[in-house]
């Protein structure tokens, strides 16, 4: 096997220590295999081998939803009857201090009676088990909208004035409202008093129910003529229609909350979409009318404003108002339960903040132009990067360059053949960088996925979110004001098709529905609007183990979604759909080859049978023994080893044919004399090469003993010495060379074929001490980690280096590199300095 040298001028770092330590120490990376050729992008693991162990920390995904939250801001609305109790009839929420909203049909009863009082924090309002918490306050004003009419279905929104500013607490806070006009919840949940069935009377408990939206159209077919009587117009843009399963909005629940719940800062906060309207009778399957909050917000801010009320337009924005009582909002569901701040916040894995870029991330940008500015991609080797083909152009205006980690222009751009603009299909493009991204802390790459299934119910995904809305709020401190973007992960549940909930936005992109080839992923709860946004493009995934290190894989990348996929789902690139178009930009003679792919076998060792191709018998032999159909096998994709990397499983058609032409040498029987040797010195078939420099001999080099009377080193070492000196490590003792023979075809240039044989006078006689080497047969691939031995005045020492694609190699490189020559690298990944008749060896064994 030929070394491939680069001689430079230059300080070897070595990772080693003296031959002792060399003897003890055997890297388990020297049982794997790296081809020669690339003919696979599923070789992540071996092209950028990672030599140390890596610590990665994964926490798990917290889980919301399943346990009920209190109502803290809703109202029972009561009428004080002639015996002095009070009958609750009406719900409402309390969404300033002094102020409830409720239902304008809510501003008297049916015997034309408006309301006395509200109640608040007292879940059973007849028991007064729970009355140390609750506070009732006088009504002193009811406003109706001005356009309601009892006699119409229409603008069915009040505010009821307190005598009094209510006590806020953690069992009372007020509610904030949705403003925004779009209802994108597919789940929202309603609470009240009201009947629990037709015929029955009201509870005394509070109740709750989740709903889910339904079209005005279809709900207005549940509606008797009397109930269009009083829609005479129909259902307006204002009202909002839901359904539940269980039972429906009830006589008692009319004014009460239709609302979600929205995360931020470690919290919750109850946002209210609307208002109880009217419905049918209870236990019949219909939905129920609300009245939603969002077309009225100007009217609230005016009304409460006239009356006193320090409120303006920008009360009930929605960050605005999540921060104003989040010291009392609960905290996110199942965080309560921990009894300090240390625990809650060790146990929030909702976001993970970033102190910086992910490392196997690129940020894009553009020239001359102000492009998008939240479009990201994967870092696949050093000079490739993958993201999808919506980031490959701004307005006509193609992208330029990467702009984080450091400015690199882009100089081909290879967007999948079937993409159109505009569609989620296909969405995938390579871009190809004009000089090299060198790997170190802060630029590292990302493995790409091949599977189909991934083997995590969760992957990582990279968003930018707002300080003051990701920052955990513990007991006793105040809010973060501060707004600075802040990227942050989030892990993100994987969601089958069937269950994958697409904003209607992104519908126009997806007309032939969910494919193989997208990958679905959120939480089913909603985040506070701006707490996260995601980065497009950005790839998706998590550590994974292999080989027994710790890689980045990249499952998908990132193509559109709302609010980091919360709530809406969204939608990803898979690249295990893409491989075979990945292979043929990356691999330009990936479809001239097989599989490629090597099985090891660790329960076959030497002479077992074996099948080959799962179809051929075979036996377990060395290399040597097989290797003269070994490319053909390779070709066809159907190599397997045995037990180690130098025992093939080769079919016995080989076998046979090789054994008529088998001819017993010492290269061949190599194997075997080591086995029966008891080899007490580490490197007993190193030697050192004295040259005859001015009349004085200079040992520089090393060299191996293969035979009893031949050494083998570099041309390069031997400088046109006719007769070397060799000395075994192990004695001491030299022997004269008697000839040297230099490959013909060696090139002093690019030391192509940089390979020499030096025939001995003498014979060595085999010991535990003195024996040979023997050659690596293996004409495809190269043990993973190998031993690069070098001379120093003291002693001889060792470094790990480990093999590279003569491709990548060629990249730096300053000749044209031979099939004939080994590139190789240090593990850190520093430059590699080497010196003529340096030995690489391996024991795969």
């Known amino acids: 096997m030929s070394i491939m040298i680069r001689k430079r001028m230059c300080i070897v770092v070595l990772l080693g220590n003296v031959l002792n330590f060399a003897w003890a120490n055997t890297h388990p990376g020297e049982s794997l295999l790296f081809p020669d050729e690339r003919t696979t992008l599923d070789d992540c693991h071996l092209r950028f081998y990672e030599f140390h162990e890596q610590q990665v920390s994964r926490g798990n995904v917290s889980q919301h939803g399943g346990i009920e939250y209190p109502f803290v801001q809703i109202a029972a609305v009561g009428w004080i009857q002639p015996d002095g109790k009070t009958l609750f009839k009406c719900g409402g929420s309390l969404i300033w201090d002094n102020f409830v909203v409720t239902a304008a049909h809510c501003a008297v009863d049916s015997n034309n009676r408006k309301p006395d009082v509200v109640r608040f924090s007292d879940l059973n309002i007849y028991n007064p088990t729970d009355d140390e918490f609750s506070q009732e306050i006088k009504i002193v004003e009811i406003i109706r909208h001005p356009e309601h009419r009892f006699s119409a279905h229409y603008h069915d929104i009040a505010l009821m004035r307190l005598e009094k500013k209510a006590i806020i607490n953690d069992k009372l806070v007020p509610a904030c409202l949705w403003t925004d006009k779009e209802v994108r919840f597919k789940q929202m949940e309603t609470a009240g008093w009201g009947k629990l069935g037709y015929g029955k009377d009201l509870s005394p408990t509070l109740q709750s129910a989740k709903l889910a939206p339904m079209s005005n159209e279809l709900c207005s077919e549940f509606y008797n003529n009397e109930t269009l009587r009083k829609l005479n117009r129909g259902l307006a843009d204002h009202h909002l229609c839901a359904h539940h399963q269980k039972s429906d909005t009830c006589e008692g629940d009319s004014g009460g909350p239709l609302q979600v719940k929205l995360m931020h800062n470690i919290r919750q906060t109850p946002f209210i979409i609307a208002l109880t309207s009217f419905g049918l009778v209870c236990g019949k399957s219909a939905p129920g009318v609300y009245t939603k909050v969002a077309p009225y917000h100007d009217w609230i801010i005016d009304t409460m404003r006239k009356r006193g009320a320090d409120v303006d337009e920008n009360t009930y924005n929605m960050t605005q108002c999540a921060h104003r009582y989040a010291k009392y909002r609960d905290f996110s569901d199942g965080l309560d339960k921990y009894s300090t701040d240390a625990d809650r916040r060790s146990s929030w894995y909702v976001f993970t903040e970033l102190r910086h870029r992910p490392w196997y991330m690129v940020k894009l940008g553009w020239h001359n132009v102000e492009g998008y500015d939240n479009c990201y991609g994967m870092i696949l080797d050093e000079d490739t990067v993958l993201t999808v083909a919506d980031c490959t152009d701004f307005n006509g205006t193609p992208v330029g360059k990467i702009v984080e980690p450091s400015v690199i222009n882009i100089i081909k751009i290879h967007i999948h053949p079937r993409y159109r603009k505009g569609s989620s299909y296909n969405n995938i493009a390579v871009l190809k960088l004009d000089t090299l991204l060198i790997f170190r802390p802060g630029v590292q790459y990302s493995c790409i996925w091949m599977a189909f299934n991934w083997t995590e119910t969760t992957a990582k995904v990279t968003g930018i979110g707002r300080t003051d809305l990701i920052k955990p709020l513990l007991l006793d401190a105040d809010i973060n004001t501060n707004q600075t973007p802040l990227m942050v992960h989030s892990d993100n549940s994987i969601i089958n098709a069937s269950s994958c909930i697409i904003s209607d936005r992104y519908l126009t992109r997806m007309q032939h529905g969910m494919a193989s080839e997208h990958v679905c992923l959120g939480n089913d709860y909603f985040l506070v609007p701006g707490t996260c946004d995601l980065l ?168 191996s003993i293969i035979t009893k009377q031949m050494v083998i080193t570099t041309a390069s070492c031997l400088d046109d010495a006719i007769h070397p000196i060799v000395k075994p490590l192990s004695s001491g003792l030299g022997i004269a060379g008697n000839i040297t023979i230099i490959h013909e075809a060696y090139n002093k240039t690019d030391k192509s074929n940089d390979i020499a044989l030096i025939v001995l006078n003498e014979k060595f006689v085999w010991s535990s001490k003195v024996y040979p080497a023997c050659l690596w047969m293996n004409r495809t691939h190269t043990p993973l980690v190998m031993k690069l031995f070098k001379l120093t005045e003291e002693s001889v020492l060792f470094q790990y280096l480990l093999p590279l694609y003569n491709t990548d190699c060629q990249r730096t490189h300053p000749f044209q590199l031979h099939k004939s020559q080994l590139c190789g690298k240090r593990p850190t990944g520093t430059a590699t300095c080497v010196d003529a008749g340096q030995v690489l060896v391996s024991d795969p064994d």
């Open 536 to 703: 497009i493009g950005a790839p998706l995934g998590y550590a994974e183990l292999r080989e027994g290190k710790y890689y980045q894989h990249s499952l998908a990348l990132i193509q559109f979604g709302r609010d980091c996929g919360f709530g809406e789902h969204m939608i990803a690139t898979r690249l295990a759909s893409h491989v075979d178009w990945l292979s043929s930009v990356l691999l330009p003679d990936y479809f001239t080859y097989g599989g490629n792919i090597v099985f090891l076998n660790d329960n076959l060792v030497e002479g077992d049978s074996c099948v080959v191709d799962q179809r051929k018998p075979g036996r377990c032999v060395s290399v040597a023994e097989c290797s003269d159909d070994w490319r053909r096998l390779v070709a066809a994709g159907n190599v397997s080893f045995c037990s180690s990397a130098s025992v093939i499983c080769c079919p016995l058609e080989v076998l046979e044919k090789n054994q008529r032409n088998f001819i017993d040498t010492e290269l061949v029987r190599c194997p075997t004399l080591l086995r029966e040797l008891e080899l007490e010195f580490p490197v007993g078939y190193l030697v050192e090469i004295g040259l005859d420099i001015d009349d004085k001999f200079e040992f520089r080099c090393l060299g």
